[in-house]
């Protein structure tokens, strides 16, 4: 069994008309795609993206797609990298299909490498990445178009094996370079398959 990985929530007092359906779990996450913001390997001028984006309230809950193992969990994003990060986090689960897939931009995280995690088990929540009061001028343009929007998300990568998750070209769910890395893989198709 897959499912989808936001759990937002309605309140059971909530009148219908004042619902709204694209942030309830009546509905999925809108997957960007192909040019979207949030896409899979968009191109961010200096960047390109490694995962797609699932716009969320921040600390909805974040859970497992499908059943494995955490491999590994970790930070993602700090001021201490780049000043205009807020702390978030990632976890990586080797899945029963034999995909990694990564889990990112996460608030918190509830699990442990080595948990053994089924289908729906809670991981974490959404996080807030970035900080705009220290969003500044000599912040990449695709940043600065972002100040005082401070979308909260998932960020979500699927890898073929290991991820990388420590390189020279690899940092906060994006990569520093032209050619993709031959082990990950888009995706959208995989998301827009799941069951909510």
Known sequence: MRIWPLNIKVQENT?????DIENTNLKKVHVPQKGENGSFWENRGDRHHCGVDLYAPENTEV????????TETGLM????????WNPTYYVIIKQSSG???KYGELA?????????????????HVGMVLNSEKIDGSCPLYIQNLKN????MLHFEIWRSEPITVHK?????????EEMPENLIDPTGYLEQLDL
């Open 15 to 19: 009148a219908p008309e004042k619902v």
């Open 63 to 70: 859970v497992a797609i499908e059943g494995g193992i955490v």
């Open 77 to 84: 994003t700090s001021p201490e990298i780049l000043p205009y």
């Open 99 to 101: 995909l990694f897939c």
């Open 108 to 124: 918190d995280f509830t699990v442990r490498k080595g948990d053994k995690i089924e289908a729906g088990n809670l991981i974490g």
């Open 149 to 152: 929007k401070n979308p909260s």
């Open 169 to 177: 070209n690899y940092l906060g769910g994006n990569w520093f370079a």
